[in-house]
């Protein structure tokens, strides 16, 4: 069988990587990839937003599989066109993708599922939304505890987390007159901020089945703490201590099931990933929000450690048979991805240095270096992105899966490159407090 990856991120990488262990795969095409996925699968110079030559390329090419990486061209409705051509894709449809492309209508799908969330108000009008703000927290300098975030997508970067009425004013005028995330931010939410640590749930679905995957939690702060701007992800490990079976159950039951029951009734069936980013609050866990695709970067540690066929389990999904496969087989050690990033990065940053070390970081045991924002240069990789390379390691433990991943990120260097060094350290305090009590 022939598949087709769309995107060009870490994500994308991974997936083919594991794919290609698959005895059902012949060969792997990804478009438009990366320096990479080069190495991994034949890359293929269509845009993963070029919905019309993806799918030429699909019929062309007879390809037996597609699995669509990012969220943007499953917003675009690439799923649609390609099962309107007859050809085997894995995502959600354009309406499904919804619950990611707009987080208005997931806001209403989950007061809709009765699902535990933040409570919220949409607008389109910036002073609507600012006389909110003000009525609600009067004095000038008056805490202030919302979130506001654009509609539309942007990347990972159109939420921002507010400590005063000022930030909250600032917020508006950036997503809705300054236009910072485009179109984006045409419509907004604002919500009440939950506070907790922050975990991610990812599950697989064929819109009866559900099978969640273990647990795990991300970075979505640039630097060090949990400070700074939101990015994309810095870096990501699984599975997360936080988040017990126990829970595990619970958030199947009172989060997933609902949801995917709900997206069913309103005749929008939910297929492909469904993950969950919850807070988890002293009240239980909360969705922050949907997204419809695997996470990046927690799909590297995740695909790191799982055991059996990827594709028996993407093509269960699609022929709407996931309750009859076996349940997955997971490798006990933990895993951790550490996000190296272009010097600027979430900001304006700088493309086209050189990368070294990275054969000398794969050729450790136990580690892969993912390429996200790379491409090759007369045979040289460089760096074509704000997020470069994902430092993948397994581990005995969560602090040997740490030494593994930055001794790997040690070996890698280019001009200006960085990325936070504490990953991970979250699960590690916790595993510190809960053996103290």
């Known amino acids: 069988m022939k598949v087709l990856i769309v995107g060009n991120g870490g994500r994308e990488h991974a997936l083919a990587w594991k794919i290609r262990q698959s005895s059902r795969v012949k060969e792997i095409f990804v478009a438009p990839g990366n320096a990479g996925t080069a190495l991994d699968a034949v890359n293929i110079d269509i845009a993963s937003n070029d919905i019309a030559g993806l799918v030429a390329f699909a019929k062309q090419e007879r390809i037996g599989l597609t699995v669509v990486g990012p969220e943007a061209p499953l917003a675009l409705g690439l799923v649609d066109a390609l099962e309107d051509e007859k050809l085997r894709v894995f995502g959600p449809s354009r309406a499904a993708a919804q619950l990611e492309a707009s987080k208005a209508f997931c806001k209403n799908v989950l007061r809709q599922a009765d699902v535990p969330t933040a409570d919220f108000q949409v607008f389109r009008d910036p002073d609507d939304a600012m ?37 909250a004013l600032d917020a508006i005028d950036r997503i809705s007159r300054r236009k910072e995330f485009g179109i984006a931010g045409s419509q907004m939410v604002i919500e009440d901020r939950l506070d907790g640590q922050e975990a991610s749930i990812l599950a697989i679905t064929d819109g009866r089945t559900i099978l969640p995957l273990p647990a795990a939690q991300d970075h979505k702060p640039a630097f060090d703490g949990d400070t700074g701007p939101n990015t994309g992800g810095m870096g990501a490990y699984c599975p997360t201590p936080m988040v017990d079976d126990s829970m595990l159950a619970w958030i199947e039951e009172h989060v997933l099931v609902p949801t995917v029951h709900t997206m069913k009734r309103n005749r929008k069936p939910f297929k492909g990933v469904l993950y969950a980013g919850l807070m988890l609050t002293q009240a239980g866990p909360k969705v922050l929000e949907y997204n419809c695709r695997f996470g990046d970067p927690e799909c590297q540690p995740l695909l790191m450690r799982l055991k059996s066929d990827l594709v028996e389990i993407l093509e269960a999904v699609v022929d709407g048979n996931l309750d009859q496969i076996d349940n997955p087989e997971w490798d006990p050690r933990p895993a951790i991805c550490v996000v190296m990033a272009s010097q600027g990065y979430p900001g304006e940053y700088q493309t086209g240095q050189p990368i070294l070390g990275i054969s000398e970081a794969d050729q450790m045991p136990d580690v892969k270096v993912f390429h996200a924002g790379t491409k090759l240069v007369e045979g040289t990789v460089v760096a074509s992105g704000g997020r470069v390379l994902g430092v993948t390691a397994l581990g005995d433990n969560i602090s040997l899966a740490k030494l593994n991943a930055y001794t790997a990120v040690q070996k890698v260097r280019w001009q200006g490159s960085w990325c936070r060094k504490d990953i991970s350290d979250k699960a590690l305090q916790y595993i510190q407090e809960h053996e103290k009590a």
């Open 131 to 167: 006389r909110y703000i003000k009525g609600k927290y009067p004095g000038e300098n008056d805490r202030c505890p919302v979130v506001v975030k654009a509609d539309g997508l942007a990347s990972g970067k159109g939420v921002i987390v507010c400590k005063r009425r000022t930030d």
